[in-house]
């Protein structure tokens, strides 16, 4: 087995903070996204879509898509629960990973995308009117986290879950996107410390 | 138990498509998103991102995202697997539902609510070159499925799956898109027909 790494990009980290966080240890081939060897044969044999992470089996199948990743080593190593234990609870936890993906880090995302210079090769066309379209979108999102924050320490309530690790890289990726966490979201800057001391955090 | 849901709108139909695979009936309460009724007091109160489906639990709990009250029902009731059987199935399946839903149904949406003058209070600002920028996107994803159905009969293996369901409901929003599915794209075809075919369509 072993693990088709992107570096500092959100996705491949998701699944290294995932690891590090469940303590499984699995070998990493690194892959030079900024040279754009994700565009490779390595990358492309096993994911046409040339997207990372791949995770590769030892029989050669290929997993792709960050949570799927995830999900399969949830299946095998149960301890500690990152998606949830039980019916409800999985629901509860796939549901908050859900929102922190679709109305934070892709919107985060959409904002460095459409309008960093260094993205003019990957994001065709960028669209900087898009771009800035998303950053009241985060900016409500951020607002809203900061009062659920209110009543509980994770965003998925008492333990520590993907969600966490969704939101946390998202919130880590405001920053080349330009975008400011507002000082006054106090409840959302205690837990985004309280993510980020924790070992996992620097996988 | 109740589900709070919204018509003819793609998310609240992958919930309808998957209890019907499944053979589930609970009660349905229908909301008018035409008449914006998910703006309304009854979603808000449940959820505060107003939108829909929202399943509603005996005890009040609520679950939101459509593929999260999906995971409760297929945990409850396991049969037909939907979502994969055993860790490396349920990655694959997670994989292809993901890649259907990012690289499809997204994309799909993006050309609808940033052109299509009945989302014009949906989709604030509407930006018409994002639209099109989406368009090509699509007809890409198409052509690569196309050739992914040469060898199997769905989408995540030899089994209909939750993958299944989002990428037909992804088709069928072409249609309010305005794109067109190539007719040469034959397996694609064939395998929309099946899918569209299965008594759980019509849901």
Not at 25 to 38: C, G
Not at 41 to 67: C, F, K, M, Y
Not at 119 to 131: G, L, N
Request: charged residues 25%; negative net charge; glycine residues 4%.
């Amino acid at each position: 087995m072993k693990l088709l790494d992107g570096g500092r990009a959100p996705n491949p980290r998701r699944v290294r903070v995932f690891l590090a966080e469940k303590g499984i240890e699995i070998p990493i081939e690194p892959i030079d996204m900024s040279a754009m060897e994700h565009k490779g044969e390595t990358v492309t044999e096993h994911n046409v879509l040339q997207r990372l992470p791949v995770l590769i089996l030892d029989d050669g199948t290929a997993l792709t898509e960050s949570v799927a990743i995830c999900r399969y080593f949830e299946e095998l190593h149960p301890q500690p629960p990152l998606m949830g234990a039980g019916a409800l609870d999985k629901a509860r936890v796939e549901m908050w990973q859900r929102r922190m993906e679709m109305h934070l880090l892709l919107l985060v995302a959409n904002v460095f995308r459409h309008a960093h210079p260094a993205m003019a090769t990957w994001e065709v066309p960028q669209i900087k009117e898009f771009s800035d379209a998303n950053r009241p979108k985060v900016l409500k999102t951020l607002i809203w986290l900061n009062d659920e924050l209110k009543n509980r320490p994770f965003i998925a309530g008492e333990r520590y879950t993907i969600a966490d690790i969704t939101a946390m890289i998202a919130l880590d990726f405001c920053k080349p996107a330009r975008l400011e966490i507002p000082q006054e979201l106090e409840q959302l800057l205690d837990w985004y410390e309280r993510v980020k001391s924790r070992p996992s955090s620097s996988a």
